[in-house]
């Protein structure tokens, strides 16, 4: 039998689920990356009994779905030829790998140029890339980081320590003990107010050092669009060469 939506409310959150009658004895539920959740159901198990163990499972759902939606999309691996398609602050621009001596990388007419003296080089291409994102990004998340900090007062959070940045394979950012505020420099593709939306989520984490309620009350407090800004980053899929 095919998967069948179902959906429910759980106090002011609606919970969509797919079931999947199949031969087996026993309900199962699955939270997906993509934060579908899929419940797999004896062929004789009722809605109503998918439903109760829906709703009794329900802050698991929420949790495994806020897990999932810290983590960047998974993307092809990159391939740093001319034709292949980058973002920048919210904005697609093709990549352009030119020959030349003076090695840079600039933004022209909807182009993100390389210039190199190694153009079939990819590794260099990728390196001069990443280089020049990294400089990127410490520029607009210092501006970015100044005005969430003042947004963060509110909360009565202080932080003077700034932030680090290093690529992060399966972050956009994270939060230390210490409470150092680590950045994915690739966080720079994204919207400014998507990375609001993160800087904000690892500030919020000096005062609630996990992903519980009360840490999400804390940060609706200061930015109450945080899901919409969230889906709206996880949702940004690079297409290349379209």
């Given at each position: 039998?095919?998967?069948?939506?179902?959906?429910?409310?759980?106090?002011?959150?609606?919970?969509?689920?797919?079931?999947?009658?199949?031969?087996?004895?026993?309900?199962?539920?699955?939270?997906?990356?993509?934060?579908?959740?899929?419940?797999?159901?004896?062929?004789?198990?009722?809605?109503?009994?998918?439903?109760?163990?829906?709703?009794?499972?329900?802050?698991?759902?929420?949790?495994?779905?806020?897990?999932?939606?810290?983590?960047?999309?998974?993307?092809?691996?990159?391939?740093?030829?001319?034709?292949?398609?980058?973002?920048?602050?919210?904005?697609?621009?093709?990549?352009?790998?030119?020959?030349?001596?003076?090695?840079?990388?600039?933004?022209?007419?909807?182009?993100?140029?390389?210039?190199?003296?190694?153009?079939?080089n990819t590794g260099k291409v990728k390196a001069l890339l990443q280089n020049w994102?990294?400089?990127?990004?410490?520029?607009?998340?210092?501006?970015?980081?100044?005005?969430?900090?003042?947004?963060?007062?509110?909360?009565?959070?202080?932080?003077?320590?700034?932030?680090?940045?290093?690529?992060?394979?399966?972050?956009?950012?994270?939060?230390?003990?210490?409470?150092?505020?680590?950045?994915?420099?690739?966080?720079?593709?994204?919207?400014?107010?998507?990375?609001?939306?993160?800087?904000?989520?690892?500030?919020?984490?000096?005062?609630?050092?996990?992903?519980?309620?009360?840490?999400?009350?804390?940060?609706?407090?200061?930015?109450?669009?945080?899901?919409?800004?969230?889906?709206?980053?996880?949702?940004?899929?690079?297409?290349?060469?379209?």
């Amino acid at each position: 039998m095919g998967r069948l939506a179902q959906s429910l409310w759980f106090g002011e959150t609606e919970i969509v689920y797919a079931v999947n009658a199949c031969d087996r004895k026993t309900l199962a539920i699955h939270v997906y990356p993509d934060g579908a959740v899929v419940v797999d159901a004896p062929m004789t198990a009722s809605a109503e009994a998918i439903a109760a163990k829906v709703k009794k499972n329900a802050a698991w759902i929420f949790k495994q779905q806020r897990q999932f939606a810290a983590y960047p999309p998974v993307l092809p691996p990159r391939q740093y030829v001319s034709g292949e398609t980058h973002r920048y602050l919210g904005r697609q621009y093709r990549l352009l790998i030119l020959h030349g001596e003076a090695e840079q990388v600039r933004l022209s007419y909807g182009r993100l140029a390389v210039v190199t003296d190694d153009p079939n080089n990819t590794g260099k291409v990728k390196a001069l890339l990443q280089n020049w994102y990294r400089l990127r990004a410490n520029t607009v998340f210092l501006e970015r980081y100044n005005v969430c900090l003042k947004q963060v007062a509110k909360l009565g959070i202080a932080h003077d320590q700034g932030f680090q940045l290093r690529f992060m394979p399966k972050r956009w950012g994270s939060c230390t003990s210490q409470g150092h505020i680590i950045l994915n420099p690739e966080l720079i593709a994204a919207p400014k107010d998507c990375i609001d939306y993160v800087i904000t989520h690892e500030l919020c984490h000096l005062q609630e050092h996990n992903h519980s309620r009360a840490f999400y009350r804390l940060l609706a407090g200061v930015m109450k669009d945080w899901e919409l800004r969230r889906k709206r980053l996880n949702e940004m899929v690079e297409v290349r060469f379209v």
